[in-house]
């Protein structure tokens, strides 16, 4: 297993819709791994294959947060995910994005959604999302479909985030 580093917007690979996974191979579980890995460390509760620059529909989450006394971690890879039915009733989270480091913005998504994707173990899973986890997992989808929260802002908000992390990129260049 090993940390890989994340991408930070703005960068092509963030706005790129990616292919399926044919297969699951031991590529893909080691992704899959240093996936996870990335994550437990950045912390997140959750991180999508271009974010690291692999551009594959695979996502990881984990939003057992250890909140709810004895609430064990739950880690998740969800390999050519779909949402199969939403709810219409939405939820407002104030999402964040470990490609867009302390920029933050209230984020209207549907409350419930029940997913399908391809585990692992090669077989077909289904399950309802609610709480955090439905967030985070609509949130993940987007990225393997190029789309960042910041894309549900108005543009003069996204063009301000998009200014501030072009000088914190630009920043931290110098450092190096
Ligand atoms: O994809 C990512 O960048 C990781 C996201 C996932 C996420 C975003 C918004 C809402 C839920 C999940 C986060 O940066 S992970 C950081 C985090 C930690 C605790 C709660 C929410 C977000
Ligand atoms: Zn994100």
Redesign the pocket.
């Known amino acids: 297993m090993s940390l890989r580093p994340i991408i930070l917007h703005p960068d092509p690979r963030l706005k790129k819709v990616c292919p399926q996974v044919p297969a699951v191979t031991d590529e893909i579980r080691r992704l899959a791994e240093d996936m996870l890995e990335t994550m437990y460390d950045a912390p997140?509760?959750?991180?999508?294959a271009p974010?690291l620059g692999e551009m594959k529909r695979l996502f990881v989450m984990d939003c057992a947060r250890g909140e709810v006394e004895g609430e064990k971690p739950r880690p998740m890879v969800l390999i050519n995910p779909e949402i199969i039915w939403q709810s219409a009733e939405t939820s407002t989270?104030e999402?964040?994005?470990?490609?867009i480091p302390e920029q933050y913005a209230d984020i209207t998504r549907p409350s419930r959604v029940r997913m399908r994707w391809l585990g692992l173990d090669g077989q077909t899973h289904e399950e309802d999302f609610t709480g955090?986890w439905a967030?985070?997992a609509q949130?993940?989808l987007d990225?393997l479909n190029g789309k960042l929260f910041i894309d549900y802002l108005g543009p003069m908000r996204r063009q301000l985030i998009t200014r501030k992390m072009l000088k914190f990129k630009r920043e931290r260049a110098k450092q190096v």
Do not use: M
Request: aromatic share 6%.
């Open positions: 997140g509760v959750g991180l999508a974010q989270y999402e964040g994005c470990l490609s955090l967030t985070c949130h993940e990225h």
